[in-house]
């Protein structure tokens, strides 16, 4: 093979000079070199090991929790009740579910005045709200007509800021949802130009906490035209509660770390977890019951369903300018509405539920109770 002499001043030696140390330099410092990249990459190696070991052991462990009952590392409350659950269910008067009158007049004058107070959401189960009426939670069922002026006059009879935002109202919400200071009242109107099922509650920051603490119901809007006639007419208010603690030994409180990761203890009908299966709601066979459904939330949506028969009209969304017929669940968003027809010719205990069943297992479900049956429900 033949070889090229590099030019002097790159080679180590000519044939004028004597050899020196410096290519041994080079060879010496080469050798260092690459045992260092040997090092590095030994060294990545094992970072990576570690990493993935890290990465498992972690999901290993959020299997173990999950399979604890715990979501996300917060401790669940559900399920956790008094001791004589059965029996303070059955004591305690289920909230009225039945539509109210259309008050008369050209102006319905609301007037709420909020409360700090203490409720029972579950048997046992104590929880600290903010009360929109001092009647606990939901806020009272407003029912008018499309085209009656709504006067609203809130007054703040609690410790820190609150206000009412009406999904009903087409107004300005820096004028008619703005605060009221602790101790202020004010009042302002608007038109219910838009027939529905709408919710309302308080708008102040944190919303996510006040709706969260029982600041939120209902308001029914008939159309001008009224609807298809209907023998009972039933309002159903969707919501969930996040504890910072069981609630039987002191009042729980909200814990918010769980609100914003939507990991709920409980999930209601009306503020109080299954109270429609201890009181089931009555309906004659052949009798049409319609029912009005808000998800307040503040986060879950209701999945709404009745096990046992089929919806003969549904008004997704509130929208009454079409009804979709033969219809087996529809999702009512959390913050909207929606309105349900159904007519059972049978006797017998039929499930009302959010089919969103973690929901329902944790008390979004009641009872329909159609004639006199026999027996009780397998739901």
Known sequence: MTSYPAPARYGTSSPDRKPDSSGVGVRILALFLGIAVAILAVTAV??????DDA????????GSSAQNGSSSGFQSFA??????????ALARPATPAEL????????VKVKLTVKDQIVEIAPGVKYRIWSFAGTGVPGPVIHVREGQIVEVTITNGGSIPHSIDFHAARIAPNEAFRDAMPGESFTYRFVASDPG??????????????IANGMYGAIVVDPAKPLPKADREYVLVGSEFYLDRSGVDEPANLDM????????????FNGYASQYVTHPLPAKPGETVRFYVVAAGPSVD???????????????NQDLSRFQTGVQTVAVPAGGGAIFDVKIDDPGLYPIVNHAFAYADLGQVGLLKVGNPKGGSTH
């Open 302 to 316: 209701v999945r709404f369903h009745i096990v046992g028969t089929i919806f003969d009209r549904a008004w997704p």
């Open 197 to 210: 099922v709408f919710m309302y509650h308080c708008g102040t920051k944190p919303v996510l906490a006040h």
């Open 46 to 51: 094992v970072l990576v090991k570690t990493a």
């Open 257 to 268: 770390t769980k609100s914003r990761a939507v990991t709920p203890d409980w999930a209601t």
């Open 79 to 88: 399920g956790k009740m008094g001791g004589n659950a059965e029996e303070l």
């Open 100 to 107: 109210p009158p259309i008050p008369v007049g050209d102006v």
């Open 55 to 62: 990465r498992d052991e972690a999901a290993l462990a959020a």
